[in-house]
């Protein structure tokens, strides 16, 4: 990604500084700008990128007594490329002839093996993900600094109190900031290097993102030497997006066994392509079903997968709500829980949060209108929860955020929970 269409990222504020004493390992899918933002971040650094055979090369033959000479404070991207790093990174920490090393992958699985092979207590971990909407709507410099609504509606306060203090209304030219950047996850998902390319070319970049995916990191991660059952799975899961896991149907439709779908899941989960959703533990009203729920953490890529191409459904939408939710908890590492509550009687919730303080219930409608109706399932749990519950939202496409049911269950519409709770000038 170019300066130009450069974004400030939400992580960027929580990454330690370089004169700490630390070893940073920043991971996440590929293309999601890992290079960029550690060398934003760590400019003064010496920067190698293990992508390049000379430089591995160059690593490997590199004397370990050496390695703080030579060197010294860095930041190692595609770390995992040259094993032999870890070890000799872990001897200059120890010695103390390094004293922070940023060391960046997009496979997960490889990087944390080498990890606790090598660096056990010694590394701190942080993910970056496909952009969020507040990063997209982001114009430079201070706007990520800004609480974002969720930031509120997480701390604990009362929700009337937290709701009561925003603006219900946004005017029309401070709302358009973040209606356009809505839809631009809901269009293109958050992958960073779309911004800079015309919409003719998107698809095509989408396109070729997959390709590389399942060419180079589902290589690197699984060893698969035939890649087209995976290909028929990993399409046939994108279209499951929302659903009730089922192994066996997907394995049945894939063509694969059971212990296979199971498998190819955590293949996906662990490269940060699909996030499972579990259900909330305790049957709060009456008998809950004990099956996750699939997402797709970025939407752009699962258009690609199902071909997608329309206008906003509400499969599309709910996705892109549970992506932009954990995103944002990964990211920035809040003491959060998310599920989802379902009865086998039907009942459901589409997201539960579950923070220190209590529980905030989430429906989700893909429309600009709602009413009471749809907050009675936040009602029905809130009762069950007594003094857990911290209040209800049931996400919309409208304009208006207000108070829509006792006890404190509000309408909020999706790109203000997602933005700073008070507009910049």
């Given at each position: 990604?170019?300066?130009?269409?450069?974004?400030?990222?939400?992580?960027?504020?929580?990454?330690?500084?370089?004169?700490?004493?630390?070893?940073?390992?920043?991971?996440?899918?590929?293309?999601?700008?890992?290079?960029?933002?550690?060398?934003?971040?760590?400019?003064?650094?010496?920067?190698?990128?293990l992508d390049a055979p000379e430089n591995r090369d160059t690593m490997r033959d590199l004397s370990t007594v050496t390695w703080g000479e030579v060197i010294g404070n860095a930041v190692i991207d595609e770390a995992h490329k040259e094993p032999t790093v870890f070890e000799k990174v872990k001897y200059a920490f120890d010695e103390d002839r390094i004293s922070f090393t940023v060391l960046t992958g997009s496979s997960?699985?490889?990087?944390?093996?080498?990890?606790?092979?090598?660096?056990?207590?010694?590394?701190?971990?942080?993910?970056?993900?496909p952009l969020v909407q507040s990063e997209i709507r982001d114009s430079g410099d201070n706007g990520v600094e800004a609480p974002l609504l969720l930031d509120l509606v997480v701390s604990g306060e009362p929700l009337k109190k937290t709701l009561g203090e925003v603006p219900d209304r946004l005017l029309e030219t401070q709302d358009y900031l973040y209606r356009a950047s809505?839809?631009?996850v809901m269009e293109w998902g958050g992958m960073p290097a779309l911004l800079e390319l015309p919409e003719e070319r998107r698809w095509q970049w989408l396109r070729n993102y997959g390709y590389t995916y399942l060419e180079r990191d589902l290589r690197d991660l699984a060893r698969l030497d035939d890649l087209m059952p995976f290909r028929k799975f990993h399409r046939l899961s994108a279209m499951t997006s929302g659903m009730l896991l089922n192994y066996s149907e997907l394995a049945r439709d894939a063509s694969v066994s059971v212990d296979t779908a199971r498998r190819y899941l955590e293949y996906l989960r662990i490269s940060y392509q699909t996030a499972l959703l579990q259900p909330y533990y305790k049957n709060l009203t009456s008998s809950v079903v004990k099956t996750p729920k699939l997402?797709?953490?970025?939407?752009?890529?699962?258009?690609?997968?199902?071909?997608?191409?329309?206008?906003?459904?509400?499969?599309?939408?709910?996705?892109?709500?549970?992506?932009?939710?954990?995103?944002?908890?990964?990211?920035?590492?809040?003491?959060?829980?998310?599920?989802f509550y379902r009865t086998r009687a039907g009942m459901e919730i589409d997201i539960l949060l579950e923070t220190g303080a209590g529980l905030i219930g989430f429906e989700i409608k893909s429309r600009d209108t709602v009413s009471e109706r749809d907050a009675r399932p936040l009602k029905v749990v809130a009762e069950a929860l007594g003094s857990a519950w911290l209040g209800g939202?049931?996400?919309?496409?409208?304009?208006?955020?207000?108070?829509?049911?006792?006890?404190?269950?509000?309408?909020?519409?999706s790109r203000r929970l997602f933005q700073p709770a008070v507009p910049g000038d």
């Open positions: 990604m170019n300066a130009k269409t450069f974004k400030p990222r939400l992580l960027a504020k929580l990454l330690p500084n370089e004169t700490s004493r630390r070893i940073v390992v920043i991971t996440g899918a590929r293309q999601t700008g890992k290079t960029t933002l550690s060398r934003r971040v760590y400019e003064d650094l010496k920067y190698v990128n997960q699985i490889l990087l944390l093996r080498k990890i606790r092979e090598s660096l056990a207590g010694r590394a701190f971990f942080y993910e970056l993900w809505e839809k631009h997402y797709w953490t970025d939407v752009g890529i699962w258009r690609q997968l199902t071909g997608f191409r329309g206008e906003m459904s509400g499969q599309l939408y709910e996705t892109m709500v549970v992506s932009e939710l954990y995103k944002w908890i990964h990211t920035t590492q809040q003491d959060v829980e998310m599920f939202i049931v996400l919309y496409t409208g304009n208006r955020i207000r108070p829509i049911l006792s006890p404190n269950i509000w309408a909020i519409p």
